[in-house]
Nanobody
Framework: QVRLVESGGGLVQAGDSLRLSCTAS????????MGWFRQAPGKEREFVVA????????NYADSVKGRFTISRDTAKNTMYLHMNSLKPEDTAVYYC????????????????WGQGTQVTVSS
């Protein structure tokens, strides 16, 4: 069992940057897949990026490729999402999530979710 807590959201202008954090507690993440998803009101939850906690190349959604970067600090059990060149269409609640190792882009494949953090990008 894993508990995930996101932080770092806020209100920014188009072109600005933010760094989101996701801190995990509970079972070890060594064999888990980890991902960031986002959801705007009235829309489906969509994939942003995923990575294996043990390492390897991350998988980015086309909409954020080249602008967002995922990283992790294994000593702190914390995952980060660095968001650059933010656009109004990036406005959403951002969630971190984990699964038992499937490393999926599908929200339904994930087992644990954080409470979400709001990102609002004005034009």
């Amino acid at each position: 069992q894993v508990r995930l807590v996101e932080s770092g959201g806020g209100l920014v202008q188009a072109g600005d940057s933010l760094r989101l954090s996701c801190t995990a507690s509970g079972r070890t993440l060594s064999k888990y897949g980890m991902g960031w998803f986002r959801q705007a009101p009235g829309k489906e939850r969509e994939f942003v990026v995923a990575i294996r906690w043990s390492g390897g190349s991350p998988n980015y959604a086309d909409s954020v490729k080249g602008r967002f970067t995922i990283s992790r600090d294994t000593a702190k059990n914390t995952m980060y999402l660095h968001m650059n060149s933010l656009k109004p269409e990036d406005t959403a609640v951002y969630y971190c999530a984990s699964n038992v190792g499937s490393y999926s882009t599908i929200p339904g494949e994930y087992d644990y979710w954080g409470q979400g953090t709001q990102v609002t990008v004005s034009s």
